[in-house]
């Protein structure tokens, strides 16, 4: 049996090696390492994968999230509403840009940011919800564009789990997550199912005028080379990290199908395990099927009710089975975010789901062998 990854980067690159190799070779050879042909291929390349107007390629992902704030015009002192439960990421741009965070809990099953809470969070102070797609698949975008159209508020949604990921509406149409609220953010980081090979993200708009504002923000506020027109950052996604996503954008699809097979299968073995809780894939979807698109498990996280998680985290270290914990403390009660207007009462799925959580190896390059040790190993715990 091949080792164990938590994500097998080197297996994936073995499929792409010769594009990537020469596509990088051609770069160094022309020097064209920032804004070169490939930053502008990939951009559009995407806008086409994604049916958006506008990609707006920069550094990473945190970048992403911020510009988007920045080109919205939020003010310090605006509120901004967002999950509690995610990478602090998300509400460490909102601090950085001197924005007031509010964090909120989300749902038992789906991990997505619960929107009965994000209505009780909105004050007239409020400009902005930050919906975070947590592990591969959206939050409920009919329930917050609804809300963002009676109160007047921005939808910035951060995409950086759900790249490939569709949303499917009450009307019955599908859209790309990231492209329904006002802008979407995402990340390239090497793990991502669409990841490069070091930092990388984009952001994603169908508003002209908001996407010629973040155009200029990410190249220090310049449209011109040397007029400054709006305050800006430098945040460019060089030709190298475009190269290798070019290379892997065609393949999104197909990635996104082989980690729902393992899905599916880690599914199958563990269904009746009775402390086990099976990931939720929404939009009335009986379980986990070969149609479904609109989960692209860029996680697979578990609960586990019987008070053994931490248990089982040790026994499949000990089994060179990889794991993770995502995530162990919860925004609110981290150090640099921490503010007397929390109430533990306000976050008990949030507090429950830091004791329970428990994420398997999940990448496209899991074989039925290895499904197969793993979960055999999460069962022979369970039962001891």
């Known amino acids: 049996m091949k080792k164990i990854q938590m994500v097998d980067l080197g297996g994936q690159y ?8 020469a596509s990088i070779s051609q770069i160094l050879e022309t020097s064209s390492y920032i804004n070169g042909p490939e930053v502008h291929a990939f951009q559009k390349d995407l806008e086409e994968y994604l049916e958006v107007k506008h990609v707006i390629p920069c550094a990473n992902g945190t970048d992403a999230l911020q510009i988007a704030m920045m080109g919205l015009g939020l003010k310090p002192g605006d509120e901004v509403i967002t999950a509690d439960f995610t990478f602090a990421a998300t509400v460490e ?8 965070p509010v964090l909120v809990d989300v749902e038992p099953d789906t991990f997505n940011i619960d929107i009965s809470a994000v209505e009780r969070a ?10 975070v797609h947590l592990f591969g698949q959206c939050a409920n975008m009919d329930a917050i564009m609804e809300l963002a159209e009676k109160n007047d508020l921005y939808v910035i949604e951060d995409n950086a789990q759900a790249i490939g990921a569709k949303y499917l509406s009450g009307k019955g149409d599908k859209k790309m997550a990231g492209t329904i609220g006002h802008v979407g953010a995402t990340s390239f980081f090497p793990s991502k199912n669409l990841g490069c090979y070091g930092d990388g993200g984009a952001i994603f708009t169908n508003d002209d005028a908001l ?11 310049m449209y011109e080379r040397y007029h400054h027109d709006v305050v800006g950052v430098n945040s460019r996604l060089d030709s190298i990290q475009a190269a290798v996503l070019r290379a892997k954008l065609p393949k999104l699809n197909d990635y996104c199908d082989a980690r729902r097979t393992a899905a599916r299968k880690y599914n199958e073995a563990l269904r009746n395990e009775e402390s ?3 990931p939720k894939t929404v939009n009335q979807c009986e379980g986990i099927c070969d149609t479904c698109d609109c989960h692209v498990f860029h996680q697979y996280t578990l609960r586990i009710t019987s008070g053994k998680r931490n248990g089982l985290v040790k026994f499949l270290n000990e089994n060179d089975i990889p794991c993770g914990i995502y995530y162990p403390i919860p925004l609110h009660k981290q150090k640099a975010y921490l503010d007397d207007r929390y109430k533990e009462v306000d976050f008990p799925v949030t507090n429950q789901l830091v004791e329970e959580v428990i994420s398997l190896p999940m990448h496209t390059e899991l074989d039925d062998e290895q499904i197969a040790f793993i979960t055999g190993k999460v069962i022979e715990f369970m039962n001891a």
């Open 122 to 131: 909105i004050t007239s102070k409020t400009k902005a919800i930050v919906p």
């Open 211 to 221: 996407a010629h504002t973040i155009r200029g923000i990410v190249n220090h506020g």
């Open 276 to 278: 086990i809780i099976l």
């Open 14 to 21: 073995q499929e792409i090696k010769e594009q990537v190799n």
């Open 93 to 100: 741009v909102i601090a950085l840009l001197q924005l007031t």
